[in-house]
């Protein structure tokens, strides 16, 4: 079955760029969604599609993807941005269901 | 703005059944989305229980297809889901979250409840 991999933790230094990826076969057709995500609190969505983001998420939090991967830049992180970030997306399988990625934890040193 | 809440019971027998409902609140559910449950059991990753839309199609993942049930009511606004034979590996919290989907091959989660702790043990 499809899935999408991340790595499990990534670490930035404040004020510097982050790229934090997700891999899977799936994402040649579908694009992939990222979520923030904070001890005790639901995900927000910070990205989707072809680079969009909703509003009220800064613009340092941008998408891309080429290939079978997507990622998500973070550039000039802040301390705020130390969270768990999650990718997700549509199956490839043709059933329409959802994936998700199993998470990268952010620290910003 | 549209809200999602859940609720239902926070302690769950094994082999019980846990029941969620939640509610759609300053829009419609009958909306051109589908409507899911996600769970992260603690210390965990999301995982995509399945989902519903307003006609009553539902999706649902493999590995819960035969114990998860999952309806609507558009008359309350509100969506369902039922997980039969819980296990401590159910204990987890649960989210409600709308699917949406702007233009072909681009799907989001663009709105989440808070989510609900349900724990699974006698």
């Known amino acids: 079955s499809s899935e999408l991999t991340q790595d499990p933790a990534v670490s930035v230094a404040l004020g510097q760029t982050v790229r934090i990826t997700c891999q899977g076969d799936?994402?040649?057709?579908?694009?992939a969604s990222w979520y923030q995500q904070k001890p005790g609190q639901a995900p927000v969505l910070v990205n989707y599609?072809?680079?969009n983001r909703p509003s009220g998420i800064p613009d340092r939090f941008s998408g891309s993807r080429s290939g079978d991967t997507a990622s998500l830049t973070i550039t000039g992180a802040q301390a705020e941005d130390e969270a768990d970030y999650y990718c997700n997306s549509r199956d490839n399988s043709g059933y329409l269901n959802w994936m998700f990625g199993g998470g990268t934890r952010l620290t910003v040193l | 703005q549209v809200q999602l809440q859940e609720s239902g019971p926070g302690l769950v027998k094994p082999s019980g059944t846990l029941s969620l409902t939640c509610a759609v609140s300053?829009?419609?559910?009958?909306?051109?989305?589908?409507w899911s449950w996600v769970r992260q059991p603690p210390g965990k990753g999301l995982e995509w229980i399945g989902e519903i839309y307003h006609s009553g199609s539902t999706n649902y993942k493999p590995s819960f297809k035969s114990r998860a049930t999952i309806t609507v009511d558009k008359s309350r606004n509100e969506f369902s889901l039922n997980l039969n034979y819980v296990t401590a590996a159910d204990t987890a919290v649960y989210y409600c979250a709308r699917g949406d989907t702007p233009m072909p091959m681009v799907w989001f989660f663009g709105l989440w409840g808070r989510g609900t702790l349900v724990t699974v043990s006698s």
């Open positions: 799936n994402l040649r057709n579908y694009y």
């Open positions: 599609g072809e680079n």
């Open positions: 300053g829009g419609s559910i009958s909306s051109s989305n589908w």
